[in-house]
């Protein structure tokens, strides 16, 4: 008994990562860096699934230096996998669904009444996970489309993130009982801006617009800068179903020529949206800022505004650049306040960058499609003035609320991000040391300095990606932790409560604090909730990112394969042992493989993300070159690139749809624009 207490304790909890190839990884819970992980070799896992919940036996003996430890999996605690997508096959009778990717490795038997064929993307819940006799079964539970087409991938990514495109009908009930307009009794006890001059600044297919913003100056000259925030929990009740679906929405989804909206159109689109010239309940952040940017008064209020124009990104840059007589003649009663905007977002840029907030290279495509849904074109998102300006107010607006709720240590959701880890910042010195540069303390100040030092340089795209990769992912947390990134000892999401739940968990804060409701019932389920509202909101989020990013490839895919054959010139933005990622001059990324580099026998030096040949001819993150497109698969989103002169065919991938489509050949008739960009800070 006392021999099976001790293997007990030698015991470790962990999640199972399949490598793929046979052997895994397991993550001990609460581990802070990959030297933590214990290594699962071929035919110890015991059954084990990606993404299971396991505990594992540490194996006896010393670990050499650089080794990493190993062990076998004792036991399977949770599965993590209770459905499964994948591509049907038809063996005999019987019909067997091949995973998607290479995580998961075992065919599953489909069984019960299954209307599906052969070559279809699907669904199934797991009933059997198998034995050594029994293969894994699951029923069918959703056919998504023909397997290789890129409709059918984007919506088995979208199941396999749970999100849903479809509100349940008491959500779509509550939405459509909310009114049209403001009720004049909800004004009272509002602080009334609706003389003041104050515009929304958006997208100009954008038609949720949850933020508006004013400037004018004082007695004393100093600017004063409102931030004004549609008030969506006035509209949305805690507990309600709409409540309970945005908190298990989380977030807006993103991508192409598409949205998934957290809350429903009817109020992110109606009574929600800061529409021009119409009355609108809000919360107003309302700063006074000195000379050099800092706020140095603030009130926060509930109020009501009538925003007075409705702008868009594009006609504000023209505005700011003085290029259209007609438009300046048009919008001239509110030229003045946006070129006062436009100084000031300078001195809060400036300040930021003073006090060491990082300011990272990204580059962010657009993805424009035809009337039918097919992407044609691929274009790069370049920022304007107008764009930057409202990044800047928004962030002071998130900055000032956090501040205040802190101070009074009200219940809040806030946006934490925290110092590269000591794992990452070593990973991080070991990259740049070839490069001559030496980095002692990864602050804020030092990482700026490299940033800049590097910016106009061949090897700024490397120094850039590394300090990027170094950094930690940013979540949400019920205790404030401060903002690394941006430098900011404060930090929440107050501006955006029509597309991220943490903005609306913010506005209940507030309103409560407001209202002087925090000592009751209300403050009570308010810090209780928060910390959970928290948790929930970054697991949604990571969900949200992962399903756009994947969903772009699939686009990407499916443009790259009317242009098949066609060289581009790219750089090296990934190394493997396998071979190498490489980013076009497009936009578009896609894999190399080490087979595909002339000669043999390349050396992989992980610590430098280098490959090397016998010759001393190498490839490091930046490295330019020319790739041909070879092929593209909608389907998996995987685009695959081969050297000029490669004697490897440029060919479609397995279940590519025929090349007689031609896509992107003809100008289309008509585009869909993308969503609209989403404003302040949207890595942050």
Known sequence: MEEQSVKQSNRITGVYQAAGRGFGFVTPEGAKGREEDYFIPPRAENGAWNGDTVSVRPDPGPVGAGERRTAQVAAILRRGNPTVTGAV?????????????????????????????????????????????????????????????????????????????DFPPEVVEQAQRAPQKVDPAALADRLDLREKCIITIDGAHSKDLDDAVSLERDGAGRWVLGVHIANVSHYVPMGSPLDVEAWKRGTSVYFADQVIPMLPRELSNGVCSLNPRVDRLTLSCI???????????????????????????????????????????????????????????????????????????????????????????????TPGVSEGLIESF??????????????????AV????????????????????????????????????????????????????????????ARYEAKNLGHFGLAAPYY?????????????????????????ELAGKVGQKLSSAAPKAARDS?????????????????????????????????????????????????????????????????????????????SGKG???????????????????????RLPGDVAQARPRAGERPAARKVGKKPPQKLHKPPKPRKGHKKR
Not at 125 to 154: I, N, W
Not at 394 to 411: G, I, R, T
Not at 492 to 510: A, E, G, K, Q, V
């Open 89 to 165: 096959r038809k063996q005999g009778r019987e019909l067997w669904l091949i995973p998607d990717g290479d995580k998961l490795r075992e065919p599953i038997q489909i069984v019960g009444r299954a209307k599906v064929r052969s070559g279809d993307k699907a669904a199934v819940k797991m009933a059997s996970y198998g034995t050594a006799k029994q293969p894994p079964m699951g029923t069918l539970l959703e056919v998504f489309g023909r397997e290789g087409s890129r409709e059918a991938a984007v919506e088995a990514i979208l199941f396999e993130q749970h999100i849903d495109r």
């Open 287 to 381: 700063m006074t800022l000195d000379s050099e940017g800092a706020v140095v008064e603030h009130t926060l209020a509930k109020s009501v505004i009538r925003t007075t124009e409705r702008m868009t990104y594009e006609d504000c840059n023209v505005l700011l650049e003085g290029s259209d007589p007609a438009l300046a003649e048009r919008y001239g009663h509110i030229l003045p306040m946006l070129q006062e905007m436009a100084a000031l977002a300078r001195v809060l840029e400036r300040r930021r960058k003073l006090r060491g907030g990082l300011n990272l290279e990204s580059r962010e495509n657009e993805i424009l499609c035809d009337g039918e849904g097919v992407p044609v074109a691929i274009r790069p998102r």
């Open 394 to 411: 928004m962030l002071s607006a998130n900055e000032c609320v956090a501040e205040h709720l802190a101070k009074l240590e009200a219940p």
């Open 414 to 473: 806030y946006r934490v991000h925290e110092k590269p880890s000591q794992e990452k910042a070593e990973a991080l010195r070991e990259l740049l040391a070839p490069l001559g540069y030496t980095l002692r303390e990864p602050d804020n100040f030092t990482l700026q300095k490299l940033l800049d030092e590097t910016r106009d340089k061949p090897e700024a795209f490397l120094v850039h990606t590394a300090v990027l990769r170094s950094l930690m992912k």
């Open 492 to 516: 929440c999401h107050f501006t955006s409560p029509i597309r991220r739940y943490p903005d609306l968990m913010i506005h209940r804060c507030l309103t409560a604090l407001l209202e002087g």
């Open 538 to 614: 970054s697991d949604r989020e990571l969900a949200a990112q992962t399903a756009e990013r994947d969903i772009e490839k699939c686009y990407l895919a499916e443009f790259m394969a009317s242009h098949l054959g066609e060289a581009f010139p790219a750089a090296v933005s990934g190394v493997t042992k396998h071979g190498l990622f490489v980013l076009t001059a497009i936009g578009v990324e896609g894999f190399l493989p080490v087979e595909a580099l002339p000669g043999a026998d390349y050396a992989y030096d992980e610590a430098h993300m280098t490959l090397t040949g016998p």
């Open 619 to 641: 490839y490091a993150l930046g490295t330019a070159l020319e790739v041909v497109c070879a092929s593209a698969d909608p389907g998996s989103g995987r685009i695959d690139f």
